[in-house]
Every structure is written in C-alpha cells, then in structure tokens.
C-alpha cells in the first residue's frame, strides 16, 4: 500500500533545484523500508500550464492514503520521509502537520502549524507565525481529493487550503520542523 504521495511540481529552468530535492528524498526512502509505500510524483512543464492547474493534476495522480506538495526548490528535514511515512501509516486522521522554517526575502521566522489556527497570521520575522495546515501538510488523499486549486500562478495553495480547513476533523501534529521555506521575490518564478 502507497501511505504516502509527494507531489511536486516543476518548470525546466528549476532543474538543477529539482535534483537536489529528489536526491533528498530518494536518500531517505532508500535508507527505510518504504520503497513501495512513498510514492514522488513529479509534472514538469514549460509554463503552458498555471501552477494550480499542476498541482490539481499532481493531485488526481495520487495513489498514496495522503498527498503533499512541496516546491522544486524547497528544502526538507533529514527525517521527513521516515516521520510523515510513520504518521501516514499509524494515524487515521484528516491531515498530518508539522511547522516550517521560513526565509522570506532573507527574513526567517518559524511558521507554527496546527488545525486550531482559523486564519494564517501574516509572515513576522524572528517570531513564531500561526498559520492553519497548508499545501506542504499531508492531506487524506480520499477526503480532500475534490477540493480544488485554483487555476493561476500565485494564491493557489491558499484557494486549496481555505476550502479544506472548514472541512478538518482531526489531525496529528508531528512536533518538528520537517519543511524549509525560502522565498525570494528576485527570483521567484510565480508571477512569469
């Protein structure tokens, strides 16, 4: 059985980031005994296609009992693989979360994760920001399949999220920083 899809979107300009992020999970799903229980689904295109509209098809691809998506050029804790698999296989719950390290235009501040936050808190560096489960989380592929991203380059994560969140019943934290952000408004590619 597949517990886990991580789905990854990517564009040709951002493969050399997309070798570094597969290495990575790669690394880690061969140091376990999960090979036929993580799946990584990558939809790379030439930006025929919206950014929404390739996570919505990441999405419909999945095959694991939870799904995430992480950026090509994002970083992931040493043990993301062995801890999302773990909580994928043991728990039954809506969505699996943890917090994120951020750097946003080389400010960094922890983003603290957890379904009692009914709206996400603006970016603050140096502090903990409250946010709501987002993309990166791991969602239950069988409840939250239908929800949709919206079809445009930016905002779309937060269009998938906003539906979802009214729709969470339970959830587990795991209590760590499993995801690393970095968000530089001179190179992003989500407005070109």
Not at 8 to 21: G, H, K, T, V
Request: glycine share 6%; charged share 30%; hydrophobic share 35%.
């Amino acid at each position: 059985m597949i517990y886990l899809s991580v789905l990854i979107p990517s564009i040709p300009e951002r493969q050399n980031q997309l070798n570094l992020l597969l290495k990575r999970l790669e690394g880690q799903i061969n140091k376990l005994p999960v090979k036929d229980e993580v799946e990584i689904i990558v939809l790379m295109d030439n930006k025929q296609i919206t950014i929404g509209e390739k996570r919505e098809r990441l999405k419909n691809m999945a095959q694991g009992k939870y799904f995430c998506l992480l950026d090509d050029d994002d970083n992931i804790d040493e043990a993301y693989i062995e801890e999302l698999h773990n909580a994928c296989k043991n728990e039954d719950v809506d969505v699996i979360y943890f917090d994120t390290w951020a750097s946003v235009d080389g400010q960094v501040g922890t983003i603290k994760v957890s379904i009692e936050h009914p709206t996400n808190e603006q970016f603050v560096a140096g502090q903990d920001t409250l946010r709501k489960p987002s993309h990166v989380n791991a969602w239950k592929t069988e409840k939250f399949r239908g929800f949709k991203f919206g079809d445009r380059n930016y905002g779309e994560d937060f269009d998938f999220c906003n539906q979802c969140y009214p729709h969470i019943t339970s959830g587990y934290k795991i209590d760590k920083v499993l995801h690393y952000y970095t968000y530089d408004v001179n190179i992003t590619q989500a407005f070109d």
